[in-house]
């Protein structure tokens, strides 16, 4: 059995050499791309942003002002112990800029994204980031390898209209470890000039939710208690066992069980037009509307495909972020699901929307209450 | 044709008592040496009266309505265990082969949970064998008379529209949010959550109770308080604590949440209340029958 120290050592290793496939990566591509490019960048106007904790989303036009431009984003990596469940069950977490799920950034068609990705002396681990929006260097994460006391800028272009997971891959086993240690989040590219109905007409939302989808795999003792680790490292042995199981021990919206509901539910009112996007960086997933639909919906979340209609639930294939877009018709507390039910109600996988407004009799009346069976 | 509840519930609780003193009887008999079970340390409740909101879901004009308060009389001393059944009370039952084991079983002075409304039935059967006395779980008037200042009854929003069912979800919703009522899943020491101003100890802390009181659809009369007609469903049991809920007989672990809107309970126990000996069984242990 590898005892804590040598995790340490391995992790540390990794750390100071990177993995074989972080460096075979880096050896693929000897030196920064195209200095022209750059050249040509470095006129483009800046906008910096502060990011925000999902299920929020930093403020952002729908329809792009003016030219392309470049779009700095600035995360740091912190690994700290999270709770996610009622039971205080923790997770060894390891996030980007302290949530689970990572924020949501969003930029336009033809901008360039520019992250500055800070791995603090604090951390224990080399981390990256695997930009699924992005071309090339394994989506950057070739390039991102940062030890803790660390920080390094990768650039990349949006040349992709859609929602796009980002996730850290630093190589080898590493790469699902961190992952359902809490390492995602998504990008989301607009077209230029906004999203477009199936019949190519401007649509827009008055709010967007970011929900991300966690499977955590926690070890128990042998009395069936989840076990708790000092750090993430001395947990390593252990969560990997419980992962090749394949069975999650909890499945999550943003980062723990409950976390979107009560005080945190999401709020709309009837009449508001929603978009929530719905990123799972592992695991396939069924995002379900209680009481609502999926009036446009990108599944696979890209924008240059019409949105599907009218749907009642979608699918999210592991390692990919959707869209769906809902105007709400009808006040009252909707139960946003996975709707595979097992994992929304066991595992944790519920969100609500509380939704002010007038009730529509026509949509919905309760002719008789339940009463006494009669006439049989 | 429409069911009084009074008279369903007053025959379920007359039919429980029956069957309770068959029990303890043939317990006096099996066991004529006296008993070697501690007896529970317990609180009487002087009678008395107090405004009720009644258990269940209630129906005026067709429209889901807050449930009525009702003055209940209590009329005769009510006995009931100052604590909830601790864990090594309840493996006791469990090494009698009279109660299933708990899947994660306490320790010995925490109440015990993770037990379903079966699990407490089974329990006050055997002690009342055992003890030769009769124990049973309180109706929900009688827990509420015990938990006194301490009882919540349902949440409510005090908000309703006719013409807008969601407006009593949305005020219920964040009513219950506003409360701001954290997990708290550790079973403690009994006697952790203090004592109410009864003498009780432990209600509404972090286990919530079974009552032997069924979940009820009733529709209130038009002068707003007695019930003009009611179904039960004794499959569901009223659970009393922090606040009240419902809950499927069978089930040991309230806290899956879900698509139910509400914060669930923490843990599941129990307190049994224990009935004076009837004039019956008076006179049959005066001329020594038992």
């Known amino acids: 059995m590898t005892t804590h120290k040598e995790i340490e050592m391995l992790t540390r290793r990794e750390a100071l050499m ?42 952002h036009d729908q329809v792009a002002k003016g030219g392309p431009k470049v779009v700095e984003f600035t995360m740091k990596i912190e690994e700290k112990p999270m709770i996610i469940d009622a039971d205080g069950t923790q997770l060894n977490a390891m996030t980007y800029n302290g949530s689970i799920p990572g924020p949501l950034m969003v930029v336009h068609e033809g901008d360039y994204l520019e992250l500055t990705l800070i791995n603090p002396e604090t951390n224990t681990l080399a ?25 390094t800028t990768l650039r990349f272009k949006a040349t992709r209209a859609g929602t796009f997971v980002y996730h850290c891959a630093p190589g080898g086993p590493m790469i699902p470890w961190h992952v359902v240690s809490g ?33 955590f795999y926690i070890p128990r003792d042998e009395q069936g208690n989840f076990k708790k680790y000092e750090s993430a490292g001395d947990g390593y042995e252990d969560v990997v066992k419980v992962m090749r199981g394949l069975i999650p021990t909890h499945v999550v919206f943003n980062g723990a069980a409950g976390s979107l509901t009560g005080d945190k539910a999401m709020k709309a009112k009837v009449g508001e037009t929603v978009l929530i996007v719905h990123s799972q960086a592992n695991r396939d997933t069924r995002p379900h509307l209680i009481g609502g639909h999926g009036d446009f919906v990108w599944e696979q979340g890209k924008f240059a495909n019409p949105p599907a209609k009218d749907l009642e639930t979608w699918f999210i294939r592991g390692g990919s972020a959707g869209a ?48 006494a069976i009669v006439g049989l | 044709m429409p069911l009084n509840p009074l008279v369903i519930l007053g025959s379920l609780a007359a039919a429980a008592m029956v069957s309770v003193g068959a029990a303890s009887l043939s317990g006096l008999l099996a066991n004529p040496s006296g008993n070697t079970i501690p007896i529970a340390e317990t609180v009487i409740l002087a009678p008395g009266s107090f405004m009720h909101p009644r258990p269940g879901e209630f129906l005026k ?23 909830q059944v601790s864990a090594q009370e309840y493996e006791r039952c469990v090494e009698a082969a009279a109660c299933e084991p708990v899947d994660k079983p306490g320790h010995g002075d925490q109440p015990v949970t993770g037990v379903s409304h079966i699990d407490a039935e089974a329990y006050a059967a055997w002690y009342s064998h055992a003890t030769g006395q009769s124990w ?12 006194a200042e301490r009882f919540t009854a349902d949440i409510e929003g005090g908000k309703s529209d006719p013409a807008n069912p969601a407006v009593r979800w949305l005020a219920e919703y964040r009513t219950e ?22 003498g009780v100890a432990d209600t509404a802390g972090n286990v919530w109770e079974w009552t032997s009181t069924c979940y009820v659809h009733a529709v209130v009369a038009r002068d707003g308080t007695s019930v003009e007609s009611a179904i ?14 419902y809950m499927s007989n069978f089930i040991r672990d309230g806290k899956s949440g879900g698509c139910a809107v509400g914060t669930p309970p923490d843990n599941l126990g129990f307190r049994l209340v224990r009935d004076q000996p009837s004039f019956a069984r008076s006179v049959m242990r005066r001329l020594g029958i038992s």
């Open chain 1, 324 to 371: 769906a877009l809902y105007t709400f018709l009808q006040p009252g507390i909707y139960a946003y699901v996975n709707h595979n039910l097992i994992e929304a109600v066991e595992l944790g996988a519920t969100a609500h929307f509380t939704v002010d407004g007038e009730w529509d009799d026509d949509l919905m009346t309760q002719v008789d209450a339940p009463r």
């Open chain 1, 18 to 59: 990177g993995t074989v496939f972080a460096a075979a990566a880096v050896a693929v591509i000897p030196s920064l791309p195209a200095m022209a490019s750059a050249k040509d960048v470095a006129g483009l106007p800046r906008e910096k942003i502060t990011l925000v904790a999902p299920p929020f989303v930093h403020p």
């Open chain 2, 136 to 147: 049973r779980l309180p109706s929900d008037q009688e827990w509420a008379y015990a938990a």
């Open chain 2, 232 to 245: 039960d469903n004794c499959g569901v049991s009223v659970v009393e604590g922090f606040h009240r809920t």
């Open chain 1, 183 to 215: 390492m995602s989040g998504a990008v989301m590219v607009l077209p230029r000039d906004g999203l477009k109905n199936d019949k190519g007409e401007p649509i827009h939302y008055d709010r967007i939710y970011y929900v991300g989808e966690n499977d």
């Open chain 1, 127 to 151: 981390h990256n980031i695997d930009f699924h929006a992005s071309t090339g260097a394994l989506g950057g994460g070739g390039l991102t390898m940062v030890n803790p006391g660390e920080q």
């Open chain 2, 61 to 83: 004009d067709g429209h889901p309505v807050a449930a009525p308060l009702i003055p209940a009389d209590i009329r005769n001393p009510v006995e009931i265990m100052k604590y």
């Open chain 2, 177 to 198: 949010s506003a409360l701001d009522r954290k997990p708290d899943p550790t079973p403690r020491t009994r006697g952790s959550f203090g004592v109410n101003s009864k």
